[in-house]
């Protein structure tokens, strides 16, 4: 039987990205190449940001069109897409005409793709695994995936008559001007080791946060829980920032057949865990707050795309240890339909700044529901 996996066990980038404390020096010394690339990635970085604050670069607004932008500035594993996925719920159940604008990370195709999830779908190579999740927990929103997202605001106004828009990871796409800027922080990890790529999780020095009218604070699983050394307050400089606290919870299993089953379904129950995330020990806290006993777990990049025989290899360890497999929701649209697994699908609560999400959202009415 394989060792169990420990939900605070950190992959080898989150140990570089996401220190538990201060580095110590020779950690330091040891990463001093990482540290120089980062410096000249920085420099790139800062140059096409002055460009754009100078007006040299220019963003397109596209006139008539509500435009979102849901970003981070962390590479990976903040919970954005759960946070696309509870605004476009929110858009709808509003009454408004909502498209996704998103690049479609990791697919096979480059041609630009649109559809919604009330009709057939394309295939995960075609579209990427994200916009599939996204238009099947939300078929009223219609899905753009493609490179040009300026092309793509056009065709959800002109086209299709769409009111808004939410831009998938567009705090660094500054080409598609947008009317509000939301920033998605993860409360139990912050900014990381405060580096940019590739000496830290950084797309962006922290300073730009400025740019930001809402910031999205996923809230620790844990009062307190921390895996960065730079958790916890955020900086300075976002301090006047409208912010919404959230947070994530499971809601459902759902069975190898599609079923939807309460979230006590497995308690008891041992499992092994098989996900492709950038940081996956969020996964394994969650299927220890459902009850199950973790046996096992094939843990490996995000988006990764599994292949056959990585499957028959995850399907004999659990037959030999008699456990059933269990997956997230973006993960589980890489799988084929024979491939048995229970997926775990997550819900978001807006625990504070409600106004200041429906203020962000052009929603100033009160809900309908009240």
């Given amino acids: 039987m394989s060792t169990a996996p420990s939900s605070n066990a950190p992959t080898a980038i989150e140990r570089v990205f996401y220190p ?4 110590p020096w020779g950690r330091r010394a040891l990463l001093s190449p990482l540290t120089a690339l980062s410096w000249t990635y920085a420099v790139a970085v800062t140059l096409r940001r002055a460009l754009y604050d100078a007006g040299v670069l220019r963003a397109h607004r596209v006139e008539g069109l509500r435009v979102i932008s849901v970003g981070n ?3 990976g594993g903040t919970g954005k897409t759960p946070a696309v996925l509870h605004l ?3 858009l709808v159940r509003e009454g408004r005409k909502v498209g996704i604008l998103t690049r479609g990370y990791g697919r096979g195709s480059r041609e630009p793709l649109t559809f919604i999830g009330t009709e057939p ?4 190579d075609e579209a990427g695994d994200e916009p599939l999740l996204l238009a099947r927990r939300c078929p009223q929103a219609r899905l753009f995936v493609g490179a040009d997202r300026v092309a793509a605001a056009y065709r959800a106004r002109d086209e299709f008559g769409l009111d808004t828009v939410l831009l998938d990871d567009g705090f660094q796409h500054r080409r598609l001007a947008r009317d509000e800027d939301l920033v998605v922080v993860d409360e139990s990890v912050g900014l990381g080791n405060g ?3 590739p000496r830290g999780p950084l797309r962006e020095p922290g300073s730009s946060l400025r740019r930001a009218t809402l910031l999205w604070v996923r809230a620790a699983a844990v009062p307190g829980e921390s895996q960065g050394a730079l958790a916890g307050p955020l900086l300075p400089m976002a301090s006047d920032i409208p912010r919404v606290r959230t947070n994530y919870r499971p809601t459902a299993w759902l069975s190898p057949s599609g079923e939807v089953h309460p979230t006590g379904a497995l308690a008891g129950q041992p499992v092994l865990a098989l996900a492709g995330l950038a940081r996956p020990g969020g996964f394994l806290r969650t299927l220890q707050s459902l009850g199950t006993e973790v046996r096992d777990a094939a843990l490996f990049p995000d988006h990764h795309r599994f292949t056959g025989e990585e499957l028959r290899d995850v399907a004999a360890r659990a037959a030999r240890q008699g456990v059933r497999v269990v997956t997230t929701e973006k993960d589980a649209v890489r799988l084929p339909a024979d491939f048995e697994a229970w ?3 997550l819900g978001v609560e807006v625990l504070e700044g409600e106004s200041h999400l ?3 959202l052009g929603l100033t009415d009160m809900p309908r529901d009240l």
Avoid: D, Q, T
């Fill in 20 to 23: 538990p404390a201060p580095e």
């Fill in 343 to 345: 997926v775990v699908r």
């Fill in 73 to 75: 500035l962390n590479v």
């Fill in 121 to 124: 779908l394309p295939s995960v």
């Fill in 195 to 197: 580096h940019m790529l």
């Fill in 88 to 90: 476009a719920e929110l």
């Fill in 358 to 360: 429906r203020r962000a």
